[in-house]
């Protein structure tokens, strides 16, 4: 599986187009959800080790929300969606009517909220894997955890061998009418080895 981090050029436009569709229904989803205007860009596609995702999402001791999901059904994983810590923040103050700044900490509204962000993402990238795999794929419930970025993975990290180590890390960036106001995240797929074969399998063939 080494050379999945080798991806053709072509391939690695595939994989683009399966985030860029994700993250447009994602936008629609969120702008209903928040009932204003937002667009969603990916600027970034990559596949690589677990151990050389910190490097790709900054300091390891950036405290970030982490959206953790199990993904179920013709494929299976985890996926993942960290903020930075103060963006989630500004997050919560939009997803929340309160005004920018209000947020300090992360009571269950906040949690709540930001759960619900993180499904509607991971749900989207989901769906439009779905869709390009052909395949069924269901995503569990949501959990959150409110940590360092190092904790965070470690923590994932300790539920996969060494075999099982490879991510597809799509940076998201939120994009709001407000002159300035744009948002940074992080959705991580994490497939188990015999769905990043077929993921892989799928690739080679566009």
Known sequence: MDDLRELHALQRDALREVANIGAGHAATALSQLINRRIMISVPEVNVTKLEDVPELL?????????????????????????????????????????????????????????????NILSSAYMNALSDFMGMMLVPSVPSLAIDLTGAVLSSISMNFGYNRDFVFCVETEFLFEDPGLSLRGHFLLLPDLASLRAIFDAIRLT
């Open 58 to 118: 900054g300091h390891p001791d950036e405290v970030v929300a982490a959206v953790l999901m199990h993904m179920m059904g013709d494929l299976t994983g985890r996926t993942v969606v960290l903020f930075p810590a103060s963006c989630a923040r500004t997050l919560c103050d939009i997803l929340l009517r309160h005004p920018l700044g209000t947020t300090t900490g992360f009571n269950e509204m906040e949690q709540s909220g930001l759960k619900e962000v993180g």
